[in-house]
Every structure is written in structure tokens, then in C-alpha cells.
């Protein structure tokens, strides 16, 4: 680790403190409020100086299980999601051995709102203080203090998005100070001049030989190795090994969503979907006014989609092209007509490369249409898919007969799962990504699902759409 790091790492444990502190204070003052005493009369006889000198000591305790729990990682990297979900995790077993020390030692407390209200403070100002840590390392890699030196082996089409991206994010906290088309020793001497934290490979499919020289060189020089995986890599992340015969056996399973994850992210879809619908019903309302004002009926249009294991199923969106120009069975003989001039526009301004298209500059779109595109906002009846059954909250992109056609036997992982209103894909780069991009994305999440996954993908989702991006 960077001495920076070091830095900000031994400064989390006193910051930690002083917020578990000041949240157990917090609570006794709260405790003795006007609205709170109204409410049940203070019973207990505990000073703030004594109480004070009890907090102390639970914060220290605490801070034990806040290292147990993993919230003092090296990694530099670690998302803020996880460590925010550990820091609940880790207060509430606080609490717990909290309860569990009073009931064994048989102390006479009566407040139980002292201690809830404790707890309560403890997530509140301890994620708080965590914020700003993350705050204050995202300026300093702004203003380029403390990031990690690093080189790029591979100037192909992975290591230039990788380049590209650590370039264009610093928050990330990496300054790329090199990069070369392969590992060779002779530039050994070179990347010790720069004075390295890092080397990223981005040839996964280069020769062996060439792969181990560059890893005993990071082990030589004490820098950190990293490679990107490629395509088939992924396919990899799920492995389980047993014994047959006397043999070990390497299952490459498909998705640990199976058995009760799949009926808790049908869970979570159905619940979340209620609360998304009955929300935004005054906005649904006014959507389907204004398109109806603008160019009448259908409101919402209906799309043919490739679901979970190839099913093929009707997508509904409000509809943001004119009638006319609207494809499929719902507009009939126009709707195949549609088609056909649809084909001539793939043709002419087809933006994308690969089997999936996307019209630029789309003549058919209307001028409210371009609006709720911008935003999304076309997507929303797709929360009636999810509670039908068809689609899910999170999942691969939903893709077209025609477009599946071209690559369902290269990509058959993808119809595991229920495709999705949002995934990983949509939230790396929406419509920007090229195909292999999302197909890797796609394929990472099938592979690697979990609940918090999806609720962070979720929540991140509108935050993403606040981005700016063309309208197609």
C-alpha cells in the first residue's frame, strides 16, 4: 500500500471512534429530550460523565468487531456499498454483545431506548464518517496525490479501456504512467524508473512464458500484479470441486442463483415492482396524458423480446415513435411496412457493431419521445413485465429475436437468468458499451449473483440515468 493509504487507513480507526462517541452522547442527550420524556419519563439515574466513561469502553469493543467484520480491508479498492452494509452488520452484533453482557451480568438498565437510539446513531455517524473519508481520498486523487502508478501491458482493445478509463476517472485513484504492446525484460529497467505500484495485463490469451516473467517480475519488485480476464475466463467464476474416485472434479456451475436465491430475487421483484408502480402511478398518468395529447393511441407499445431460456415474450414501454413508424404485430400491416423502412434506417445510421443495432439521429422518434428516451422514462411500464413474471429488476439486457439470432449460440449463458429493466451493463455504460463489452458484463453478473449485488445495481441505476448521453 501507498503511504497515503497507510495514512488514511490508521486515521479510520480514531475517526471511527470518535463518531461511535458522539453517537452514544448523541443518544443520552436525545434521551432526555422534551419530546422524549413525554413520551415515558427517564428512570434511570446514569451522569453524562458516567455514562461518558461507559461509551468508552463499548466503543473500543465495537472497534474490535468493526476489524472481525472486515471494515479495516487493505483493499484499496473495496466498494463503499459493502462497507456500509458492514458497518449494519457490524453495529448490530455490537448490540447484540451489548444484550448479551447485560444479561449475563444481570445489570439493572431500564432503557431500552438509550441503547436503540445508540445503535441507530452508531450506523448513522459511523457511515457518515465514512463518507467523508471516501470524500476526502476522492480529492486528493483529484488533485493527484496518492495514486497508484501504474502500466498497462496490451495497447489492444482492453488495455486502450483500460487506459481510457483510469485515465478519464481519478476518483479511481490510478495514474497510468506507461503502457507497452507486450511484457518484455527489457523494459524491466524502465518500469523501475517509473517507480510502479501497479502493472495491469491485458493480454489474457498471451503465451504462458511471457505472463509468468512479467508476475516474477512484480514479485521481484514487490508490485502489484493484475490481469483482466477475458470472455471465456468468466465462464470460470462459479467453480465447485469434489472428489469421484479419487478424482478431483471441477464442476463449472452457471449462477449460484438457484433454490432459494431465485425465490428471493422473486421476492425482491415483486415487492419492489408494488412499490415502483404505486409511487409513480400520478406520473404514469400524466406520461400517458401527454402522449395521447400528442399523438393519440396506443400509449403503450409493445416490443418483442428473447427471455429466460429463449421464451419469447412482449416488452411494454410508452410508446415513443409515431404510430406509423411503430414496428410489430400490434400496428399490423403498418407495423410490418415500419419494419421494413426500420431495416433501411439499420442500413444507413446504424450506430452499433455486431448483432445488436441502434438508429442514430431516429427520424421515427417524436419530439416527447426524445425526452422520456433521455431518461429512461419509456422503460417504466416494464415494472408490469417484471410482476407478470417475464422480466426481472436487474438482469441481462433484453434483446430482440433478430438480434438474438446472431449470437445466441456463442452467448447462451445470458438466458439463464431473466433479462432485466437494469444490470450491470446499463450501469457501466448504458447504451455506450459495444456488444462483447456488454455480453462480458451480462455474463459476469449471471455468474457472480447476489442480493446486494442487485440492490446496489438498483439503487445506482438512477443516479446513472442523471448522466448525459445522446438520444438515438
Known sequence: MKRSEVILLLLQVPIDFLMLFFAGVSAYYL????????????????????????????ALGWLVIFAIVGLYSTDPNRKLARDLVRVILACSTGLAAVAVYVMFTQEVFDSRFLVVASWACAIMYVSFGRLVMRGVKGLMYRFGMGLRRVVVIGNGEIGQAIIETLNRRKELGYAVVGSFDSYTKMYDT??????????????????????????????????????????????????????LAGIPIVELTRTPLDGWGRIIKRIFDIVVSIFVLIILSPLWLLLALVIFIETGSPVIYKNKRIGIRGNIFFTLKFRSMYQDKSTGPQFGEAGKQAEAEEQKLIEKQNSKTGPIY???????????????????IDELPQFINVIRGEMSI???????????????????????????????????????????????????????????????????????????????
Not at 413520551?39 to 451522569?47: A, G, T, Y
Not at 442514430?360 to 429512461?376: K, L, Y
Open 358 to 376: 441502434k438508429i442514430a439521429d431516429d427520424p421515427r422518434v417524436t419530439p416527447f419521445g426524445r425526452f422520456i428516451r433521455r431518461w429512461s
Open 31 to 58: 434521551r432526555f429530550s422534551d419530546w422524549a420524556t413525554t413520551l415515558k419519563p427517564v428512570f434511570f439515574d446514569i451522569s453524562i460523565g458516567e455514562f461518558i466513561s461507559i461509551v468508552s469502553w463499548v
Open 190 to 243: 524502465k518500469m523501475c524508473e517509473l517507480r510502479i505500484d501497479e502493472l495491469f495485463f491485458s493480454k489474457p490469451r498471451s503465451n504462458e512464458a511471457e505472463a509468468l516473467s512479467a508476475i516474477r517480475f512484480c514479485n521481484a519488485h514487490h508490485i502489484v500484479f493484475k490481469y483482466s480476464a477475458d470472455l471465456f475466463a468468466t465462464y470460470s467464476a462459479n467453480m465447485t470441486v469434489t472428489a
Open 394 to 472: 436487474v438482469g441481462p439486457r433484453p434483446h430482440q429475436p433478430r438480434e438474438v439470432e446472431k449470437y445466441e449460440q456463442d452467448f447462451p449463458l445470458v438466458f439463464v437468468l431473466k433479462p432485466g429493466i437494469t444490470g450491470l451493463a446499463q450501469i457501466s455504460g448504458r447504451s455506450d458499451l459495444s456488444f462483447e463489452e456488454e455480453m462480458r458484463l451480462d455474463i459476469l453478473y449471471v455468474e457472480k449473483w447476489s442480493l446486494l449485488q442487485d440492490i446496489i445495481i438498483f439503487l445506482k441505476t438512477p443516479f446513472i440515468l442523471f448522466k448525459r448521453r445522446k438520444v438515438l
